[in-house]
């Protein structure tokens, strides 16, 4: 099982994100990702943390004879000390990778598109 922590559902994923994850994991789990106020101290962001972990823990423990990864992407003090606890724990912990492409556009402004290349273990 996949379990999605990051701020896009994976009903929004394009199909190719989908079947990847399907494929390497069988299954999709979304878990909602924490707001994480900016004005926040260190010590706020562990406490996060912690109740993070437990609750990946707990689902993971439900799901011990499958394929089980955490996709983990937004906020990077949050999602730096969530990685580091979940990999000590054995956990594997990934990121999506994408190709941008952001054409010139005339009027000043940028559209980004973002497409799904493949999904990256993190790394201690």
């Avoid at 789990?29 to 437990?54: A, C, Q, R, T």
């Avoid at 906020?75 to 912990?93: H, K, S, W």
């Avoid at 990121?95 to 000043?108: H, M």
């Amino acid at each position: 099982m996949l379990l999605n922590l990051s701020n896009h559902n994976s009903k929004n994923w394009k199909l190719k994100q989908k079947d990847t994850a399907i494929e390497l994991y069988g299954s999709i789990y979304d878990m909602e990702f924490p707001e994480v106020d900016p004005n926040s101290s260190e010590e706020e962001i562990l406490k996060l943390v912690s109740g993070y972990e437990k609750k990946i823990c707990l689902i993971l423990s439900e799901h011990k004879n499958e394929n089980n990864a955490v996709h983990i992407m937004g906020e990077m003090t949050f999602c730096f000390a969530l990685i580091n606890r979940l990999l000590r724990r054995g956990i594997e912990c990934i990121a999506s990778t994408t190709e941008r492409i952001v054409p010139d556009n005339l009027d000043g402004f940028k559209i980004s598109k973002f497409n799904f290349v493949k999904f990256r273990k993190y790394i201690l």
